[in-house]
């Protein structure tokens, strides 16, 4: 169980367009979910954190209008980066928290997604 | 806020040997959670084990061990039995619900 799929895989996209990501959390349902950004051979840096229902609440130096999250079921949230510029280019991560005795108080992270903005 | 270090930037063991990776952290919480992830080439974040703050006893699953010590915020893990497969990334990870903060990691190479 708590499997977290993340969906594309890799997207390659032109300056300026717009670009969704979906995590779903497949065999549970999280009320909360989290994105992070990844660099190459760097940890993992919190985004926001998406909450079903309700708005994000995005970390320090995150544009939120850039970064736009809709938690909009137990078992979906999106990421759209908006106007993408190759800055933007990185790794994409989400993760769902599970909970309960089956679960525990556990993060269960998607497999990823690579932005490349050309 | 929470700070996690993982001093060991790299670690190299041999198949069938024992490692242990270091992690350090910060916090004036008493209850949380700790956390060993490996990130393998493919990246996919993989959980390796699980500690519960409140409890004393040492997380075990199969040959990944850790070594919790509250007081000293010390929580080590240790690899048995080293296989290729467990080369990968190791990061160390603190929460307190709802918000998990993350090591720097270490790379880990099991050589044959």
């Known amino acids: 169980g708590a499997v977290v799929s993340q969906h594309p895989s890799w997207v390659i996209c032109k300056s300026g367009t717009s670009v969704k990501i979906e995590c779903r959390s497949l065999?549970?349902?999280?009320?909360?979910m989290f994105w992070y950004r990844q660099f190459p051979k760097q940890s993992l840096m919190l985004m926001a954190t998406s909450n079903e229902g309700s708005k994000a609440t995005y970390e320090q130096g995150v544009e939120k209008d850039k970064f736009l999250i809709n938690h909009a079921s137990l078992t979906l949230s999106t990421l759209t980066v908006t106007s993408a510029h190759p800055e933007d280019s990185s790794f994409y991560i989400c993760?769902?928290?599970?909970?309960?005795?089956?679960?525990?108080?556990?993060?269960?992270f998607g497999p990823g997604t690579r932005l490349t903005v050309l | 806020a929470q700070t996690v270090t993982q001093s060991q930037p790299e670690m190299s063991v041999q198949e069938a040997e024992t490692v242990t990776l270091s992690c350090t952290y910060d916090?004036?919480?008493?209850?949380?959670?700790l956390f060993w992830y490996k990130q393998p080439p493919s990246r996919q974040m993989i959980l390796v084990i699980r500690?519960?703050?409140?409890?004393?006893q040492n997380a075990t699953e199969n040959r990944f061990s850790v070594n919790f010590q509250k007081a000293a915020k010390s929580f080590s893990l240790k690899i048995s039995d080293s296989q290729l497969g467990d080369t990968a990334m190791y990061f160390c990870?603190?929460?307190?619900?709802?918000?998990?903060?993350f090591g720097a990691g270490t790379r880990l190479t099991v050589k044959p």
């Open positions: 993760s769902a928290r599970g909970a309960g005795a089956r679960l525990g108080d556990t993060q269960y």
């Open positions: 065999d549970f349902q999280a009320t909360t």
């Open positions: 500690q519960e703050a409140y409890k004393q």
């Open positions: 990870a603190f929460m307190k619900p709802p918000h998990m903060r």
């Open positions: 916090t004036s919480e008493n209850n949380y959670y």
